[in-house]
């Protein structure tokens, strides 16, 4: 089960350290996340496993770290000085700014008025001043894409690794947009990674037989990530590709498809990343001597700056009409564009689960049954004065709204109904529009929270690969030295190999449940039986605890390595 909403999720990034707002001691600052001990490690986790799908898994593909600041002409030839803007649209009603083309109707999204102005183009590049002087010559851009970096160092690296077509360069690294709606959470922020590919491949024309042309190599990337996501845990009836219409498609691009994860709540489908052909488009705009006919297909200016051609020597080439061997030419480009942020969002949503642990006895469960109906008696009065004084001469300002009382009944006997599996749905019932001003809420809300604690967990179903620790290690007593230098020492043992934790800060149950909650995969308790002492043919052993099925097996110390090796492979 996905998260149910976007806000279970964002509470417990904060209450477990994986994101803080950014500044936040400050009053924060809008829209800026910082990833904490654990979200470092799940973004980081992210990426590896990106990088090593898309660069150390295939035969075909090199790596590069290209500089943020660049020269400005990238970004007048690339086309982001004219063009990467986005159509601003204010409503004159309520203030606030909307993209053009997230507007239904055009109509505000905040207070549905139609009182808007026209749109207006806004570019979303950074500007910065490189050196002590604040002139127009000084002027550089926070890239907005890594793509560029890889573009205007293709030579560099064709010729330092003597690749031939098709082949890849990856990256990934910080981006910076001055978006004009930020939010939902860290699904668009205005700082943010990128893992971008440049996938390098023959233009139609110089195909030889048996090769793969450029849409066939474009489907083949569209599956590949399509599957990296299901694979490292997404469901794939939460994932969809998604052809991008003639409108949306940028004129050089042959096809984009993006893949949308389904996010809970209003996000709803989403935008994980685009995968793009786009043909000779970038290579030739960073190009000097491409011909005038190219230039008019492709509707580019003239590049009177670059000091090169950014073209590829196919000495295998023939040409059928002279038979000449060799060509030179611009390839094409796939471009496969993710955002890590935006996949460690999904990933997170995608993993959260709550669920029932063991059910509490019927006579644990009576004083909250009679607080629930104590709380919908009293509610139901509360509607039936509400509506009375509507029918004398319409509510007050204060007064409650029957129509919120209402929802928060309906929600609270449908909990009652489903206890005990419906516990984990009372603080939402109980977190309802005006439930904050029933008294005897407070009362309902003490009691489940309660029995959450005792009888629920969090558990945060995430890919080992991606798992921010892989194994926790508790010793039962922490007043037993012997006990603890053991746990200490396994600890030390796996740490060169996984993400190892050491924790001897509560309870064991207490301890288990905050390692679920967290998501890792495993959890090893030493005990008094790994002392030997009563059996000895339980010495040297320890119990490791599976996070989801929270089954426990017993194992030897000396086989954990290869035990956790081949479970997190
Ligand atoms: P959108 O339409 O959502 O603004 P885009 O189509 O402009 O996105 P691209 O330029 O294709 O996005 O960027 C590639 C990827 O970078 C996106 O698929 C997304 O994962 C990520 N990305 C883009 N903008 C943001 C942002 N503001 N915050 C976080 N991630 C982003």
């Known amino acids: 089960m996905p998260a149910p909403s976007m806000e279970r999720v964002v509470s417990l990034c904060k209450r477990r350290g994986f994101i803080f707002a950014n500044s936040e001691i400050y009053g924060g600052f809008v829209s800026t996340w910082d990833y904490g001990p654990l979200g470092v490690e799940l973004k980081n986790n992210v990426m590896r496993a990106w990088w090593r799908s898309v660069v150390y898994e295939r035969e075909d593909m090199e790596g ?20 990467f803007t986005d159509p601003l649209i204010d409503c004159r009603n309520c203030k606030t700014r909307h993209r053009a083309d997230h507007l239904k109707d055009r109509k505000s999204t905040n207070c549905g008025s139609t009182d808007l102005t026209e749109a207006r183009n806004f570019n979303q590049m950074f ?36 690749r031939k077509l098709p082949f890849g360069i990856a990256q990934i690294g910080k981006v910076f947009r001055n978006e004009i709606t930020p939010g939902n959470f860290t699904f668009r922020t205005r700082e943010f990674e990128q893992m971008e590919i440049e996938y390098f491949c023959k233009p139609p024309k110089f195909l030889q037989p048996g090769e793969k042309n450029d849409v ?34 940028a004129h050089y691009a042959k096809a984009t498809v993006d893949i949308e994860y389904l996010f809970p709540g209003s996000l709803g489908f989403s935008e994980l990343e685009g995968i793009a052909n786009r043909q000779d488009y970038d290579l030739s705009a960073h190009s000097r001597d491409v011909p005038e006919e190219d230039l008019v297909r492709l509707k580019l200016q003239k590049n009177t700056d670059s000091t090169t051609k950014l073209e590829y020597f196919d000495d295998q080439y023939l040409d059928p009409v002279t038979g000449k061997k060799g060509a030179r030419y611009i390839p094409y480009v796939i471009e496969p564009s993710a955002g890590p942020t935006r996949a460690t969002l999904a990933f997170l949503c995608e993993a959260y689960d709550e669920e029932l642990v063991s059910e509490p006895k019927e006579e644990e469960l009576k004083p909250l049954r009679e ?36 929802s928060i009944n309906q929600a609270l006997e449908k909990a009652e109904v489903g206890l005990p599996n419906s516990l984990l749905n009372i603080e939402d019932a109980c977190s309802l529009p005006g439930a904050d001003r029933i008294e005897l809420l407070k009362k309902v809300r003490q009691i489940a929270g309660k029995l959450c604690d005792d009888y629920t967990r969090v558990v945060l179903r995430l890919h080992p690969q991606l798992a921010p620790i892989k194994v926790a290690v508790f010793p039962l007593m922490k007043k037993e030295p012997r006990i603890v230098e053991i746990a200490r020492q396994i600890r030390r043992d796996l740490q060169p190999l996984m993400r190892a934790v050491y924790d001897d800060t509560g309870a064991i149950g207490r301890l288990y449940r905050r390692q679920d909650e967290i998501g890792t995969p495993f959890c090893i308790t030493v005990d008094f039986e790994t002392l030997g002492e009563k059996e000895p043919e339980l010495k040297n052993t320890v119990t490791v605890r599976d996070r989801d099925s929270m089954r426990q097996e017993r194992i030897a110390i000396s086989d954990l390595r290869n035990f956790l090796m081949e479970k997190l492979k």
Request: glycine share 6%; proline share 4%; charged share 30%.
């Open 64 to 83: 590069l770290d290209a500089a943020i600041l660049m020269n400005r002409l990238v970004w007048k030839y690339s086309g982001h000085e004219a063009t």
């Open 127 to 162: 500007k910065t001043i490189v050196g002590p002087v604040e002139s127009e010559e000084n002027i550089a851009y926070l890239r907005p894409e890594t793509a560029q970096g890889i573009f205007v160092n293709f030579l560099n690296v064709l010729q330092t690794t003597r």
């Open 216 to 249: 066939e190599l474009h489907q083949e990337w569209v599956d590949q990530r399509f599957a990296w996501y299901v694979n490292l845990g997404i469901a794939r009836e939460r994932l969809r590709k998604r052809d991008q219409t003639p409108e949306e498609l």
């Open 371 to 406: 607080a629930l109906a104590a709380a919908r008696k009293n509610i139901d009065k509360k509607i039936a004065e509400a509506e009375k004084a509507a029918q004398k001469g319409g509510l007050k300002g204060d007064a409650p709204n029957p129509d919120h009382l209402r």
